[in-house]
């Protein structure tokens, strides 16, 4: 297939009917324990999570040669399995593997318990159990593996050949107790599987490109030289759920082994590559993240990945494999679109590349390596006149949605009338993607309780395109402090024309996204489960709404306002537990807050001191604002 020539790409740095569509989508507001009655946006903001944002672990805490072992404490340990608990679902705790995790293909660890259950041969059984492997396999894998891991470790730094990979006392049982629960030594072997394990909880669901983890784990046995570049990032992500000390260094061993010219041309290195792009971005390095992203996006297509046949052809006969290649060519597509629009950029690289390649199924299916007829392109764009409903995967709707992506950021931001037919067309796209999307779609709340991370990361990218697309046209300012945000930098201090203030349509649009995509996080999962890349697109709707509590809102709307973006911060809080671009975007949005908000901090001398600088000049309407939330 000819593609374009790309190098110019890389180097570059009331409600109406719809909108009452697009306001379904925060039905779930349940109660959910946060603390909003701090009136202060600084470091003391406090909330009370409602409920786990990490399972328990039987990773022992970090020990250094001169400490010695702590005394055990405490534990209560539920008899739901580590997978069961992290995603809310109903477990029966049959040993050696719960249904759930049978039905799913996910390796089945419990907790450990205190009260007469076997440690680590316990727990080593179930895993080689619910794996399918015999007690050889398991020995000579994990001989393999403690090989493995020492010779890509020891040239990278000191402190990896040890992994000293343990979970910090972070999760917390909805009473608010520790769940941690404290262990003997474990090899490196088993700390490579606690790692993927972590993978599988926490990040795959949101980026379900990987092989699922029974397909993995027997790919591992049949031929692991295969997997030698994805599964460092896998581990290095992992690590990130772990709190591990050697997190670092497993960064570095990923860049050693896939930074190199020497890096194999396939499909898997795409994977590796994107996965690593995602997870480095996260980390807050964004030129970086780019960089191994561009390596990505160059690779795939000189490997025809956006071709019809590359899926079958590099599939090996299975029908697992080749939906992992379409999943994966379609998230690198998506992400393309994420990071060009973080930056302002008018159009992303493989924007205007044709692609054959067919639809994801629904991840129940892939899950259970039950692939199904794919669909076609063609047949999703014809599907409001197909004779019979079709039903396509939440895969599907966010492809779907990463096409608007392109049409939303080749507009650009600066306005240019009233009613832009541009824009017009670009805001009926968004419509026509909210009101065909089916209902059970749109709860985005799977039986039994399971949030669907794909569909909520494509409504999500739904509400910040709006937000995108309208907040530059709309009633609601910019200022200059809001360029302290690396994740929703201002795209432009240019204000809106008299004529176009005139009309609230724009400010309507960016408010009911804003209110939307917000209540998003009510819905009960864990936080530490929606994709990273959710921060930066909660960054733009928070900062929306806050210059909509100094331009537009008052009284009620006003604190209903200061709430969600409280709820925002408080789910960026959590995520930077895990991402440090979420731990740097919490100091940005409260710097902007209060200075948007006049709001005042405590100095270091205990007493309060204002910290507004009239970034907004005399434009704003803070005097008729009420600012005091008590």
């Keep these: 297939m000819n593609n374009p020539n790309l190098a110019a790409w890389f180097q570059q740095e009331g409600l109406d009917q719809h909108g009452a569509v697009a306001n379904n989508i925060a039905l779930f507001q349940f109660g959910l324990g946060y603390d909003f009655a701090t009136p202060r946006f600084d470091n003391t903001l406090e909330f009370n999570p409602p409920g786990p944002q990490f399972p328990p672990t039987d990773l022992p805490p970090p020990l250094t040669s001169a400490s010695s072992p702590r005394p055990r404490p405490k534990t209560r340990v539920s008899l739901a399995c580590i997978p ?81 990979l343990r979970m910090s006392p972070i999760g917390l049982s909805p009473n608010g107790t520790s769940n941690e629960t404290i262990v003997g030594p474990i090899s490196e072997a088993e700390n490579s599987a606690k790692l993927v394990d972590l993978y599988y909880a926490f990040f795959h669901d949101a980026h379900p490109y990987v092989l699922p983890q029974k397909f993995l784990n027997q790919r591992l046995r049949t031929d692991k030289a295969s997997l030698q570049h994805v599964m460092p990032v896998v581990e290095f992500i992992g690590s990130l759920f772990a709190h591990s000390p050697a997190k670092g260094a497993m960064q570095e061993r990923a860049e050693n082994i896939l930074l190199v010219d020497s890096l194999p041309a396939n499909g898997f290195s795409v994977q590796a590559l994107l996965s690593f792009a995602i997870a480095v971005h996260s980390c807050d390095e964004f030129t970086s993240a780019r960089a191994i992203l561009d390596r990505a996006i160059r690779m795939a297509l000189r490997i025809d990945m956006n071709s019809e046949t590359f899926a079958i052809s590099n599939g090996e006969g299975s029908a697992v494999l080749a939906e992992s290649w379409r999943r994966t060519w379609w998230y690198l597509y998506v992400t393309d679109g994420i990071f060009s629009g973080i930056r302002h950029r008018l159009s992303f690289a493989l924007r205007d590349i044709r692609s054959e390649v067919n639809l994801p199924c629904e991840d129940a299916d892939y899950n259970s390596g039950e692939i199904p007829r794919p669909y076609t392109l063609e047949e999703y764009n014809s599907r409001e006149f197909a004779g019979e409903e079709l039903k396509f995967s939440s895969f599907a709707y966010l492809v779907d949605v990463g096409h608007i992506v392109g049409t939303v950021l080749a507009l650009g931001t600066e306005p240019r009338g009233a009613f832009e037919p541009d824009v017009v067309s670009a805001d009926a796209r968004l419509m026509n993607w909210i009101m065909y999307l089916p209902k059970e779609k749109q709860l985005v709340v799977e039986d039994p309780g399971k949030v669907d991370e794909v569909m909520f990361q494509a409504i999500m990218l739904y509400n910040t395109l709006k937000v995108y697309l309208h907040r ?84 009620a709307e006003y604190k209903d306002a200061r709430d969600r973006v409280r709820l925002g911060l408080g789910a960026i809080k959590v995520l930077g537990e895990v991402w440090a671009i979420g731990h740097v975007t919490v100091g940005e949005i409260q710097i902007i807050a209060r200075d948007v908000l006049s709001l005042q901090k405590l100095g270091e001398d205990g007493t309060l001191a204002n910290s507004a600088s009239g970034s907004y000049g005399s434009g704003g309407s803070s005097g008729s604002v009420e600012v005091d939330m008590t």
């Design 472 to 555: 530059p046209r709309s009633q609601l300012a910019y200022g200059s402090i809001e360029r302290n945000s690396r994740c929703a930098p201002p795209p432009s201090e240019k204000l809106v024309d008299d004529e176009q203030r005139s009309f609230d349509f724009h400010t309507t649009k960016v408010l009911e996204a804003a209110e939307a995509g917000t209540g998003l996080f009510t819905l009960p999962s864990p936080f530490t489960t929606h994709s990273p890349l959710a921060i930066c697109g909660l960054t733009l709707l928070i900062l929306a709404q806050i210059s909509a509590c100094r331009f537009k809102l008052k009284d």
């Design 84 to 164: 069961c608990r992290s995603r809310h679902t109903k477990c029966d705790a049959i040993s050696p593997a719960c249904t759930q995790c049978i039905g799913s293909g996910r390796t089945c660890v419990y907790a450990e318990s205190r009260r007469g259950r076997g440690k680590l041969a316990v727990l080593e059984q179930r895993q080689i159990l619910s794996n399918g492997e015999t007690q050889s396999e398991r020995e000579e894998r994990q001989s393999r593996s403690a090989s493995d891991a020492t010779s890509a470790t020891h040239s990278t730094h000191s402190t990896a050949s040890s992994l000293d």
